[in-house]
């Protein structure tokens, strides 16, 4: 493993796979199984083609999101939408926690994570399986949260491109050069067989949608997911 002190792994089920008929039901069974946060998806049938759900899904959602103790689980904010700041805004007042954009989808990167930083919330950085870390050279200073991504955005269920290995672990290598307390996440395919050698590149935080929403049971998958974790 690359990290020189243990991580503390989160796992972050991406409800683009769950029922969308029973949503709040949904995010409740996922926390209750042990989910870390939950990945929310915003697809604007432009940047991505396809198209999913806005802030006032996610405002409906907030009320559930939250253990039974009543402590709160972070929303974890994925836009795939072009332009990017005012959807940014619209998800910050409707209770997202973090919110991750794509750099190539804002005209003026720094400014649009200043803009959600503004609102209180955390700012990610997401890259496509073909693009350069290099504007990480610029803000890496200002985010919080570094998505690589190992497909290609707009649909869950698709295969893991293992070219993401190599990038994770060059995203880690610039977190840890930098000091600064930034997760390293990792979008797409992530299944029990593949979580360790994930982490073991360097990922901390690990989004899942079709592994736990097309499963009975929740709580089993992400169960086997820190088993595999804890073995790295
Ligand atoms: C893809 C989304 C992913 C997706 C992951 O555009 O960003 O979060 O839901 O789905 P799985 O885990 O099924 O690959
Ligand atoms: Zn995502």
Not at 34 to 59: K, R
Not at 96 to 109: E, K, Q, T, W, Y
Request: hydrophobic share 45%; proline share 5%; charged share 20%.
């Amino acid at each position: 493993m690359s990290q020189n002190k243990s991580p503390v792994y989160r796992i972050a089920p991406s409800i683009l796979s769950a029922d969308f008929a029973r949503l709040g039901e949904e995010l409740r069974s996922v926390i209750e199984a042990g989910a870390d946060w939950i990945h929310f998806d915003v697809m604007d049938n432009h940047y991505v083609p396809n198209l999913t759900f806005g802030p006032m899904i996610c405002s409906a959602l907030k009320p559930h999101a939250k253990k039974a103790d009543g402590t709160a689980v972070p929303i974890d904010v994925h836009l795939m939408v072009q332009p990017v700041d005012s959807l940014a805004a619209a998800f910050a007042d409707a209770g997202a926690d973090l919110i991750s954009f794509h750099p190539d989808a804002s005209g003026h990167v720094h400014r649009s994570v200043q803009a959600i930083k503004s609102k209180g919330c955390k700012a990610g950085l997401v890259f496509n399986p073909a693009a350069a870390l290099d504007v990480l050279d610029w803000v890496i200073d200002d985010i919080d949260l570094i998505l690589i991504m190992s497909v290609n955005p707009g649909f869950g269920g698709q295969s893991f491109i293992d070219s993401a290995l190599r990038k994770i672990e060059q995203a880690r290598k610039r977190i840890d050069a930098s000091g600064k307390d930034i997760r390293l996440e990792v979008d797409g395919g992530i299944k029990l067989d593949n979580i360790a050698q994930v982490a073991a590149a360097g990922a901390d935080t690990f989004v899942a949608g079709s592994a736990i929403f097309g499963k009975p049971d929740y709580r089993a998958v992400i169960a086997g997911m820190r088993t595999a974790l804890a073995a790295t």
